[in-house]
């Protein structure tokens, strides 16, 4: 008989409030969806109108709004589906209160983190797509959360950095990127010439249609950086568009290398004298080999 009437309660209950709890499923399964896709979406939309910087800016946000709407959604929607049950909220909202206290206080490094991967991202010091430095590892930025920072290097390995442990960003790539140039040559050069070698290796470069459109202005030569012991270095900077500094730098510098070889511009490498010294008072002249300077005597290193 309790066992009928039970049944018989069920059944009643599903005909006055079953459709209402379906609705309201199958709208907070509607609502999900719609909470990790249309960000994307909207981001697809907005990137033909918007530039490189700001298309990295949107696409690091819509992960975090994504995340941050579908929890929201799946939130609300528990806690309209339990109240529907006929299960009080108060108590249960009251006891969320003291335990989400109680894990603030246990997980202090998953609140720090929080709260660093917010200011990132409000100031804006790291995006999707750039390449940075930070808690001593460096690579491209392949995603950004409110816990961690998600970084790939050179060789492919993946970095996960906690954001609480982030004390210092070196972004190297916002809104554009330098390449400096530490180029030595001989003592006996002419260096206005090498440096006007090196201005033509630079406008080769930029009027060339592969890397052209990646250098945004003429190479600066900065002068005379150091007087080394074998030679001379000229320091230089050029400015490329965000992360393109070493796809440019590596071509500029082989172009340099052949520029140097057809005029005859020397890069010193070390060289060493031997000689069999007597005494003060007695120097012995430099032992030659074959591979020696007829004048100098000089050997390779």
């Known amino acids: 008989m309790e066992a009928q009437t039970f049944w018989q309660t069920a059944g009643q209950w599903l005909l006055t409030n079953g459709p209402r709890l379906a609705f309201i499923l199958v709208l907070v399964f509607v609502l999900y969806k719609l909470a990790r896709i249309l960000p994307g979406k909207i981001l697809k939309r ?3 109108t918007l530039d490189e910087e700001d298309q990295k800016r949107a696409e690091t946000l819509s992960g975090i709004m994504s995340l ?3 929890l929201v959604v799946l939130a609300v929607g528990g806690m309209v589906v339990l109240g529907e049950l006929g299960v009080s909220m108060g108590p249960i909202i009251a006891s969320a209160g003291i335990l989400g206290l109680a894990i603030g206080f246990g997980a202090q490094n998953l609140v720090q983190d929080l709260i660093s991967g917010f200011f990132f991202l409000l100031e804006d010091q790291i995006r999707v797509g750039d390449v940075v430095e930070t808690a001593g590892k460096s690579g491209l930025v392949e995603q950004v959360t409110l816990r961690m920072i998600i970084l790939r290097d050179l060789a492919g390995n993946v970095h996960y950095v906690r954001n609480g442990k982030v004390d210092i960003v070196t972004n190297m790539s916002k809104e ?6 530490d180029i030595r040559v001989a003592y006996h050069e002419d260096l206005d010439e090498v440096m006007d070698q090196i201005r ?7 009027q060339d249609t592969e890397y052209g459109p990646n250098i945004l202005s003429p190479i600066e030569i900065l002068g005379v950086n150091e007087l080394g012991e074998s030679g001379v270095v000229v320091k230089a900077r050029t400015t490329t568009k965000p992360v393109m500094q070493w796809y440019v730098g590596r071509e500029f510098n082989k172009r340099l290398k052949k520029r140097f070889d057809e005029t005859g511009i020397e890069i010193p490498y070390p060289h060493r004298v031997v000689s069999f010294d007597q005494g003060k008072q007695d120097w012995a002249a430099p032992v030659r080999d074959e591979s020696a300077s007829p004048e100098t005597g000089e050997t390779r290193e």
Do not use: A
């Open 176 to 181: 554009y990127s330098r390449y400096v140039f």
């Open 46 to 48: 907005m990137k033909k």
């Open 200 to 206: 033509r290796v630079d406008e080769d470069m930029r």
């Open 68 to 70: 941050t709407f579908s």
